[in-house]
C-alpha cells in the first residue's frame, strides 16, 4: 500500500461512516485508514474500528487536529499521507488522481484536490500565502462585501481550477508526501485548530517541495460537522490561530508594534464575529417563529 488515509475525530458519528464507505473506491490500490479520536462520545471511532483495514488510536485528551493528525501519522510507513476529514467523501478514483497529478509534478510535497460542497458549489481550496494587505482586507470585508478584490485574490475565486503549484490547499483534503511531512516535523502542534494547513503548506514550499493542486481528483466536503454547537470556542481558536500564524512570521522586537495592532485588530474582530453570529441566529429564529 502506498498510501495512510488519517481521519481526526471528534463526535463525527454522523459522518465517519461515509467516509469509511468512499475509502475503497477512490483508488485500484488498498488503502489503510487510521482513525484518531480526540474524544468523541458517540461510539464511532470503535464502530469504525471493526471494519477490515481501519484502526483506532484514541488520544486521552482533545490534541487539537494538528496534533491528531500527526499521531495518525506516526503509525505507518506509507511514502503518501492523506490527511482527511470524516466529513469528507471521496469520489471514485480520486485518490489515484491525485498520485497521478505527483507523478507529474515531481517535486509535489502537498497536493489538494477540488472540493465540491455537497450541493456542487466550489470550494476555494487552493489560495494563496495570504500578505498582510490580503489578509486585512480579507479579514475586514469578506462578511459585508465578499466579493472584494482581497478575498478574491487571496481564495483564487476567479477563473476555472488549473492544475499547478499554489500557495497552499486545504487541510480538510490533502495528500502529503511523508518524507516531505516528516522533514518539516508534521502539522505544528501549537494550533489546536485552523491555519495548520497553511503552516504546514507554507513549510513545505519553504523546504524545496512544491505545493499543487489538483483538479482531476474531486471529493465532496460537508464542513462544520464538529463546529456547529460550539462556535463561540471556534471562533476563539480561529482568531489564536490567526495571530499565533502572523506572530510567528514577523517575529522579534523590530516587529512588536505590528503584533500588537494584528492581535488587536483580531480580538476586536473576534468580538465582531460575536455580534454578527448572534444576529444571525435571532433572524433564523424570528423566521421560524413566523412560519
Known sequence: MSVLAVTVTYDSGGHLPAFLDSVPAASVEPIAVTVVDNGSHDGAPQR????????????????????????????????????????????????????????????????????????????????????????????????????????????????????????????????????????????????????????????????????????????VHEGGHSTTSRRDAMARAHHRSAYRYLATRYPGPRHLPLRMVLGLGLWGRYHLSKLVTAIEIGRRTRRKVLR
Not at 469504525?48 to 488520544?59: C, F, K, M
Request: aromatic residues 10%.
Open 48 to 219: 469504525a474500528a471493526e471494519r477490515a483495514g481501519v484502526s483506532l488510536t484514541v488520544n486521552e485528551a482533545n490534541l487539537g487536529y494538528g496534533a491528531a493528525a500527526n499521531v495518525g501519522a506516526r503509525g505507518g510507513d506509507e511514502p503518501w499521507i492523506l490527511v482527511a476529514n470524516p466529513d469528507i467523501v471521496l469520489t471514485p478514483g480520486s485518490v489515484d488522481a491525485l498520485l497521478q497529478t505527483a507523478d507529474r509534478w515531481p517535486q509535489a510535497g502537498a497536493l489538494g484536490p477540488v472540493i465540491h460542497t455537497p450541493d456542487g458549489m466550489l470550494y476555494p481550496s487552493s489560495r494563496q500565502i495570504p500578505s498582510i494587505g490580503r489578509g486585512i482586507g480579507h479579514a475586514v470585508f469578506g462578511w459585508i462585501w465578499p466579493a472584494n478584490p482581497w478575498t478574491a485574490a487571496y481564495r483564487r475565486e476567479r477563473g476555472d481550477p488549473v492544475e499547478g503549484p499554489t500557495g497552499w490547499v486545504s487541510g480538510s483534503c490533502l495528500l502529503v508526501r511523508r518524507e516531505a511531512f516528516e522533514r518539516v516535523g508534521g502539522f505544528d502542534e501549537g494550533y489546536f485548530m485552523y491555519f495548520e494547513d497553511l503552516d504546514l503548506c507554507e513549510r513545505i514550499a519553504k523546504a524545496g517541495w512544491q505545493v499543487v493542486y489538483a483538479p482531476a481528483a474531486v471529493v
